[in-house]
C-alpha cells in the first residue's frame, strides 16, 4: 500500500481514507467526540494515547529529549528539532521573494505577509490591522488601557515590554548605547542616533 497508495478504509463521515484500520478508528473519534484517554491531575482528555503522554509531561516536568549541545532539554521531539537550529545554523525554511530564511515554518509564515501585504489580525475596537498576533495584542492595549509591564521601584507601567526595559534605566542610569566616535552614551538608541548626527555634519 505504501508504493501503491491504496487506502481501503474509508469514513462514513467525510472523503478520509486510511491504509490501516486503526488509523480509520482513531479519525472516527474526530467526528464522534470519544476521548478515551484521561489525565489523572486534571480534566485533559484525548483520542490519542501519544498526546496523552505528552500532556502528562507538563505535571511531571519529564523531558527526555536533550540538546548533545548544551543543557536544553524538551518534552517533545518537534521543540528539540527546532532548538537544535540555533546550533547547526540551519534554516530550511525559504521565502519565495527574497533571501530570508527561517529556522521555524510560523517565522516564514509572518515574514512572507511583508511580501504580500496579508494582515490576518484585525482590531474589535478600529480600522487597525496587523500581520502578527503580538502587534495586535500590544495595540488592543491602546483601547483597553491595559498596562502589563510594571516598573519595581515606581509606579510607571507600560504597554510594551520594550518601553518598560527603557524606564528602568532611568533608576540604574544604565546607557547601552555608545557613541563610535566620542564618550557620548545613551539610554535610548534614538538619542544616540540624534548624536551621532552631529559628528556626521562635523565630518561632512
Not at 481501503?8 to 484500520?21: G, I, R, T, W
Request: glycine share 4%; net charge positive.
Amino acid at each position: 500500500m505504501i508504493h501503491t497508495g491504496e487506502r481501503p478504509f474509508s469514513c462514513d463521515f467525510c472523503d478520509y481514507k486510511a491504509n490501516q484500520k486503526s488509523d480509520l478508528t482513531k479519525h472516527i473519534k474526530t467526528h464522534t467526540g470519544e476521548t478515551p484517554f484521561s489525565c489523572d491531575f486534571c480534566d485533559y482528555k484525548t483520542i490519542k494515547k501519544s498526546n496523552l503522554t505528552q500532556h502528562l509531561r507538563i505535571h511531571t516536568g519529564e523531558r527526555p529529549y536533550s540538546c548533545g549541545f548544551c543543557d536544553y532539554k524538551a518534552t517533545v521531539k518537534s521543540n528539540l528539532t527546532q532548538h537544535l537550529r540555533i546550533h547547526t545554523g540551519d534554516r530550511p525554511f525559504s521565502c519565495d521573494f527574497c533571501d530570508y530564511k527561517a529556522t521555524e515554518k510560523s517565522s516564514l509564515t509572518k515574514h512572507i505577509r511583508i511580501h504580500t501585504g496579508e494582515k490576518p489580525y484585525t482590531c474589535d475596537f478600529c480600522d487597525y490591522k496587523a500581520t502578527n498576533k503580538s502587534a495586535i495584542t500590544q495595540h488592543w492595549r491602546i483601547h483597553t488601557d491595559e498596562r502589563p509591564y510594571s516598573c519595581d521601584l515606581c509606579d510607571y507601567k507600560s504597554i510594551q515590554k520594550s518601553n518598560l526595559t527603557q524606564h528602568i534605566r532611568t533608576h540604574t542610569g544604565e546607557r547601552p548605547f555608545r557613541c563610535n566616535f566620542c564618550d557620548y552614551k545613551s539610554t535610548h538608541k534614538s538619542a544616540l542616533n540624534r548624536h551621532l548626527r552631529t559628528h556626521t555634519k562635523e565630518r561632512s
